[in-house]
Structures are given as C-alpha cells and as structure tokens.
C-alpha cells in the first residue's frame, strides 16, 4: 500500500551513533503511525520506537529506552530513529513500518507496509 525505503545503516563501534531514515512514498505518510523494529540473527523480531501521526507521543522497547530517539517530519515523509550509546546487542537489521492509522497498533503484525531493512553492526 505504501513503499518504504530505510538507510544509513552502517559499520560502527560502541558508544557510537547513527540516524536511521525512512522514505515513504505516496501522500498518507502524515495519516499514518510509524514504526521501527529490529530482528537480530537467530532471533525474533523487537520493537524498537513507535510514533503517531502527529509526532506528539512516541513508545520505545525497554532496550533501548534513554538511548534511542524516533521522530518524523511529514513534509518530507520520512521517519527518523537516532541511536545514541550504541552496544553490540543493538546489533540488527532495522525495519521501517507503517500502520494502517495513526495510532501505533498493539501488535506488529498489525502494521500494514514493511521497508526492506537496513544493516546496524555494532563492534565491540
């Protein structure tokens, strides 16, 4: 329904950041919550941040509370996740998601359109 596109993925140490994006095509981004997950190598896909149509009220993992930031700008339909304080269980491929409203759904199946994902290595 929608096409997601996430980058700026990359190789990085500890204690490092990065800013991950995410691209949505067509023009109901702004009447749609976002989401990030992230699955890990052998195991299952985590909620990462989520963040309604709006922008005003943002749900992160317990994981990554205090160090991870979610953010959009619907002018540009793209949603943002700025990671601070990086470890090697951040370790990753980072999932764009957008919901079917503008309220994050209880459930990721219930997210209606998925990125491609993008690659987070953290080193130790």
């Known amino acids: 329904q929608v096409q997601l596109v996430e980058s700026g993925g990359g190789l990085v140490q500890a204690g490092d950041s990065l800013r991950l994006s995410c691209v949505a095509s067509g023009r109901t981004f702004g009447s749609r919550a976002m989401g990030w997950f992230r699955q890990a190598p052998g195991k299952e896909r985590e909620f990462v941040a989520t963040?309604?149509?709006?922008?005003?009220?943002?749900y992160y993992g317990d994981s990554v509370k205090g160090r991870f930031t979610i953010s959009r700008d619907n002018a540009k339909n793209t949603v943002y996740l700025q990671m601070n304080s990086l470890t090697p269980e951040d370790t990753a491929v980072y999932y764009c998601a957008a919901a079917p409203g503008g309220t994050p759904p209880p459930r990721s199946s219930w997210y209606a359109s998925w990125g491609q994902g993008t690659q987070v290595t953290v080193s130790s």
């Open positions: 963040i309604t149509s709006s922008g005003t009220s943002t």
